[in-house]
């Protein structure tokens, strides 16, 4: 992951959401994350939930689809959260 990317994320997400989150909010969600969160579907949409609650931006039924979808198709993992992020950045 490059430098830069988790503190340009969390701005974008904080100007696009109107809400400041802390880098240590985000950091204490990330560390719920485990592999098996990613590999069940009830597990991953609470992940999708508390994250838009976080950043206080809705997301969509059709877009939660597309983000699970992608990343059961992609077998992305917690050490490749970057992908993940940029996706969700594009919704």
């Known amino acids: 992951m490059s430098k830069n990317f988790p503190k340009d994320a969390l701005k974008a997400i904080n100007k696009k959401g109107g809400k ?9 969600l990330a560390s719920t994350v485990k592999a098996d969160t990613l590999q069940s579907e009830a597990q991953l949409r609470q992940l999708i939930k508390q994250v838009s609650a976080m950043a206080n931006i809705p997301v969509s039924e059709d877009t939660v689809r597309d983000i699970v ?9 917690p050490s490749n959260m ?8 594009k919704k």
């Open 20 to 28: 400041n989150i802390s880098e240590n909010a985000v950091k204490k």
């Open 69 to 77: 979808g992608a990343v059961k198709k992609s077998g992305m993992s």
């Open 82 to 89: 970057e992908g993940l992020m940029k996706m969700m950045m």
